[in-house]
């Protein structure tokens, strides 16, 4: 198993609620050292904070403008590299529908940034600023640790996620500093930081509304794109009836967690991605439900939601909330194309039973099951 080459320290600024009064942007940096030059950085960065006479390097705590561009000159030529995700809010529309999802954004965003990382530098191990109460930050270690699974080669390599404070990881102080002044500088507060930070700012995603959230509100002259919108709208409706009533039951719990998953994928990351029962079984496995495998989850999860009536379409490709006629057509001609040659069979069987048998010797089935074999004889 090959051990990651690179360690990503992971740190925030600004705030990633959409309340009243919350910051304007946020952003999300990490930045990458080699696991080699780690005690090399951890060293320069002891010696900058005595050379500064600063108890941490900590981006709002950094008011000397001069200061803040010394120091980030030094850095700019060490052995590391940085990465960001910035979030403009004025870019969200908070009345759409979309908007009241908005809580599982900041998830998005942190699996946009592995995401990124991963594709720049391969095996990465992560550790992320602590936040939240230890129940999410289990559960947000297990997130990413599936998001890493997806985008890389799970079987070459383990990464190591944790989560620690800016105190105990000196490293993460770096991030606090490098996204607090490239906030600063998308805020047009420090415009210098760009031409600074250039030799070492490996990747930056500018991250507003994608289209596919804009679910429309108003009249629209395209009909087709309105009832698209309609199946989308009356989908989630049921997943969140489904969720709202169940969330407090243990025995849904699984339930509750896949289609948790489903609508994150639809709304965060692909509309038009099916999910995988194996992809599922990975999700549930990473939440603590190990028990779980791709047959069991399609008979104990997916057809208990259907039976709920969650509105969920399949294809040969998986599973997923539909977002438009076509998913729900789609899905018609995925069971009809499954179910229709077991009719012909079963009728076929079921002649050749009833002209041998008398109705007594075939008396285990039941009047509705009988009434769906009789109707079988006219099926041509």
């Known amino acids: 198993m090959a051990k990651p080459v690179f360690h990503a320290f992971i740190d925030e600024s600004g705030d990633p609620h959409f309340s009243n009064g919350s910051s304007d942007t946020f952003l999300i940096c990490a930045t990458l050292v080699r696991e080699g030059n780690i005690s090399e950085i951890e060293e320069k960065l002891k010696a900058l904070l005595e050379k500064y006479n600063l108890p941490e390097l900590k981006s709002k705590k950094m008011g000397d403008v001069g200061k803040r561009y010394e120091i980030l000159n030094q850095i700019a030529t060490w052995n590391v590299s940085i990465v960001t995700i910035h979030v403009k809010k004025d870019d969200f529309n908070k009345t759409a529908q979309w908007f009241r999802y908005h809580p599982t954004f900041y998830k998005y965003i942190?699996?946009?940034?592995?995401?990124?990382?991963?594709?720049?530098?391969?095996?990465?191990?992560?550790?992320?600023?602590?936040?939240?109460?230890?129940?999410?930050?289990?559960?947000?270690?297990?997130?990413?640790?599936?998001?890493?699974?997806?985008?890389?080669?799970?079987?070459?390599?383990?990464?190591?996620?944790?989560?620690?404070?800016?105190?105990?990881?000196?490293?993460?102080?770096?991030?606090?500093?490098?996204?607090?002044?490239?906030?600063?500088?998308?805020?047009?507060?420090?415009?210098?930081?760009?031409?600074?930070?250039?030799?070492?700012?490996?990747?930056?995603?500018?991250?507003?509304?994608?289209?596919?959230?804009?679910?429309?509100?108003?009249?629209?002259?395209?009909?087709g794109q309105q009832i698209d919108d309609e199946i989308m709208h009356v989908a989630l409706e049921s997943v969140d009836q489904y969720i709202e009533e169940n969330k407090r039951n243990e025995e849904k719990a699984v339930a509750c967690e896949t289609l948790d998953y489903l609508k994150g994928t639809l709304l965060y990351e692909d509309p038009n991605k099916y999910c995988y029962r194996d992809e599922i079984k990975d999700w549930l496995n990473y939440r603590g439900y190990s028990d779980y495998n791709a047959e069991k989850v399609s008979r104990e999860v997916i057809s208990l939601l259907r039976e709920a009536g969650v509105m969920l379409v399949s294809s040969s490709e998986g599973i997923k909330i539909p977002r438009s006629m076509k998913d729900v057509r789609d899905h018609y001609m995925f069971i009809l194309g499954q179910t229709i040659p077991s009719l012909k069979r079963l009728k076929k069987m079921h002649q050749v039973i009833s002209t041998r048998f008398s109705s007594e010797a075939i008396g285990f089935v039941d009047d509705e099951t009988s009434k769906i074999l009789n109707d079988l004889n006219e099926y041509r």
């Open 110 to 223: 942190e699996r946009l940034l592995v995401s990124e990382v991963v594709r720049i530098y391969g095996n990465v191990d992560l550790t992320f600023d602590t936040f939240g109460n230890s129940k999410y930050r289990e559960s947000f270690i297990k997130y990413i640790e599936s998001v890493v699974a997806k985008k890389s080669q799970v079987d070459l390599f383990a990464p190591e996620i944790e989560m620690c404070s800016p105190k105990s990881e000196i490293l993460v102080q770096l991030s606090d500093l490098m996204g607090g002044s490239i906030r600063k500088y998308y805020n047009d507060e420090l415009k210098e930081v760009k031409n600074i930070l250039d030799p070492i700012w490996k990747g930056s995603l500018v991250v507003g509304e994608p289209n596919w959230m804009k679910m429309k509100t108003s009249d629209v002259s395209n009909v």
